[in-house]
């Protein structure tokens, strides 16, 4: 059995390597240095945390508590308070790396790989959001995939983008006054 759990434990830490690369709110943590200097050691460290508990853990852990672990490391190590479901999507395919290499299929480990290896050297995009009065009402999870279909949605979620928000130039007369322009009407 022994023998067994090394191909397992290095296919699954493949995998969930490659993923945490591909996840857009840990890369941009990551390339911002919101870990310290010490950022993308982390990033390996919460790897080992996460492979840890799947190899301790008899039943394995399931993909709430991976997404309850990795919103709580995100907050501690990174100070990122996630609100965009993207922790459930990675906890999803972690959960889904761990039975695939307990069967010892490796092309879903093969293909976060390859997409890991694309991702490598290009910085990531990410878009500020003002937010909305919507961000002060409750929802009530209706938004979920009731398919129960594991359709290949890893890697996909949404990228943030920077949005350009240019200062209008103030309006300088010849003699050096700024022109005020009344905003709104009375």
Known sequence: MASDALPISVLFARGLLARLAL???LRIA???NWGGPQSAQKQRWLAGVITDEFEASLPP???EYIE???LQIMDD???VALEDGSAFDVARDVVRLWNDAKEGKDDYVKDLEMQADRMKGKMPQYEVDAGSASDWEDSDGDNEDESGSD???YGKEA???LLDHAKEVPDVDED?????KRRGGR
């Open 151 to 153: 359709s290949e949605d």
């Open 23 to 25: 996840w857009p709110a």
């Open 159 to 161: 990228i943030p983008q």
């Open 61 to 63: 852990p399931d993909s």
């Open 77 to 79: 190590e990174f100070e």
């Open 68 to 70: 309850t672990m990795l």
């Open 30 to 32: 990551v390339h911002q």
């Open 176 to 180: 050096g006054f700024t022109t005020v």
